[in-house]
């Protein structure tokens, strides 16, 4: 079985991303007190390179940075710092690929460690790639913070591997933001906003694009130290969220899979922000806009997809999930 | 609040208080207490209030201006009031010998107080055309202190985009825009530190005030993107001004650190002028297409 990370698991290291948020309040001012407050890390902490946080520390950490820090740009300012991290195999294990689609491909492998609050689905429709994302841990309120953060993070960190800029599409679920300069600034122009799904997608032909310094034998080596270390784990909700989306298991087959008590998974999804029906309504859900939205196929062949018995049943869940119906949606 | 003013007024500072000790001392060495039932409680808090907020008006003064004539001024004639107000709030309590000289107190200090502001404000209307000046190619007739940007101290996005609104709304569409984005601005601060990166922003953006005109105005836009506002200018001359900004940086030799090595930028620049049918969220979303094409992709 897989490693599973909970958000009280202390797994992420200080420097990926406390040490960041503490040196980049000190650069703007911040009082360090206030900014540790209630989070349980201490400066002490920071100064040690072993120590390590979990996802429910940084994201009480990024609660007091996002409060504090003067201007609207302190998500994108941290973003552009993550990569690369002081992890020099994690950092080589992309560096040294040979194209961008072997770079996403690794990407898929190390991504808990490197962004563990956001994970995504790849898709392909005609001579497109799509990257649907989905909150892994149960950020909350957050989620839209930490968004801008790991979207200016893939965006700085394709640009620091290619040594180019790849012109990336996003499609964000809310509302087009007031400071739309930073949207701008650090993920280019091609944004939409008010979108029924969160995705980023790309032209195909640029999975061809070759990497500054690719290295085989290099990029293999740091694959093997990651695994030997164990670092490579999931975040739970992802976990889950993954069964359901490649499997279709209900809850007792989870609870089954991971080897707890269907109650005892529901306790822990609750702990996460979230529930079962909650993940399968979001994994049916998103599919379906997929489906619809981009693969333009009709309303019988999406029922079949999900499994649904019949159209009506579809419809009437898809109302349900979205508040209206396929076909609005389809021409909205 | 940023105290750090306060403690270089510490003349001034003592002036006041001994001003108020002065005042307290004297009005309840030479009295008598009055009876409890002799006190008007109505003007008790009338003339409290004014002592009281007098005393604020020199607190906040004291926090806001650096040393110097006209705050000597200021506060110098503040006082004056300060002390007449605090006597006549005291004789509410205490009881004066009749034909008492202190009532001369009383009266004199305002009126001289008032005389001493008078002038200040003028001195302070006169350093403030000064300092407006300094300010020119900052701002554009409008002054929003919430909207400058903490690192580079000029006006931000939010700023440029009511501006622009602003002339939009009153159909003056002869202006243009130049936006500049600094290359590999991130590469920089990922090899050098956020410190010098800081630094580098706030250079370029003094090099970019020196490179414009006096009647434009230059906004730090989002990261290394700056904005910048010519009124009464058409696009071919926006785009002579924004190769010579260009032109300008590409000499910045940078240090970083303490001792660095030069450190030379290159630019990208975009300029747009508006169309008839414009809104501000389309214009500057047309300048930053546009800028982005210009910008190296794959």
Redo the contacts between chains.
Sequence with gaps: MSLIAYRDDKLIPAPQMATVIY??SK??GVNEDRLLKGTGIFVSDLKRVDTKFSPDQILRLLTNYRALM??H?SA?LLG??LF?TLNTSLNASLIHCGSLQHAFRVLALVRQQLCPFVHGYFHKHKDKGYFLLNDAIGCGDLYHYILEIYCTAFI?AC??L?G????FSFAFPFSRP?????Y???L??RLRFDEPILSINFDLR?LE?ELAMPSRLLQRSAKQLLSKNNDLHYSFVEYVRNLIYFHNFNLTQTAEKLNMSPATLKRRLKQHDTSFQQLQDGVNQQKAIFMLRVKSMKNEAVATQLAFNDVTNFRRAFKRWTGVTPNQLRFS | MNFSLLFSHFRLLTFVVCLFFVGLLLSIGLGEPKSPSDIEWFDVVGEGGITLMTLIWLFFLLLSRPPGRVTLLLVVGLSCFMLSSLIDLLDEFIQYPATMWLSLVESIPAPIGMCLMTWALYQWHQEQVVLNNQLKRREYYYREHTHVDFVTQLNSADYMRDRIQQLLDTRHFDFSLIMLDIDNFNAFNKEYGDEDGDRLLREVSELIIMNIRQTDTACRYAGDRFIILLPHTTNSKARVIAKQIRNAISHLAFKPGQQGDAVFHTLAFAAESPKEKDNTDNLLSRINRQLESQKQFV
């Design positions: 040196d980049l650069l703007r003067p201007g740009n994108f552009h710092r690369p700085s640009k620091t290619v180019k800029r790849i012109p007031r400071h739309i300069e930073e701008e600034k650090n280019g122009h640029y694009t």
